[in-house]
């Protein structure tokens, strides 16, 4: 079993900046997807950026150009950069590892709130 815990998630201005981490709890980088989903109160879960194992990047139409996914192996860590905050980006943020072949394998944290409210 893995843990995914995430944290940096707390209250910031209109065009602030976050930066969210996903620290899992043993390397399983290799092979996995690791996405960044938010859910905002009322509203269905969406995915807002997306991690490979080879590296490329994937990101919502909402969020290119302001947010960044990045992970770092040596510390078993997934990071989401969040610049240029809008009040539209209040949600609470998941991530989620998932095998890129075997699906059962999935993962998921157990949320960090981001508040964008001045």
């Known amino acids: 079993q893995v843990q995914l815990v995430e944290s940096g998630g707390g209250l910031v201005q209109p065009g602030g900046s976050l930066r969210l981490s996903c620290a899992a709890s043993?390397?399983?980088?290799?092979?996995?997807?690791w996405t960044w989903y938010r859910q905002a109160p009322g509203k269905q879960r969406e995915l807002v950026a997306t991690?490979?194992?080879?590296?490329?990047?994937n990101y919502a139409d909402s969020v290119k150009g302001r947010f960044t996914i990045s992970k770092d192996s040596a510390k078993n860590t997934v990071y989401l950069q969040m610049n240029s905050l809008e009040p539209e980006d209040t949600a609470v943020y998941y991530c989620?590892?998932?095998?890129?072949?075997?699906?059962?394998?999935?993962?998921w944290g157990q949320g960090t709130q981001v508040t964008v409210s001045s």
């Open positions: 043993r390397m399983i980088f290799s092979n996995y997807v």
């Open positions: 991690v490979s194992g080879e590296g490329s990047t």
């Open positions: 989620n590892a998932q095998h890129d072949v075997l699906a059962i394998l999935s993962y």
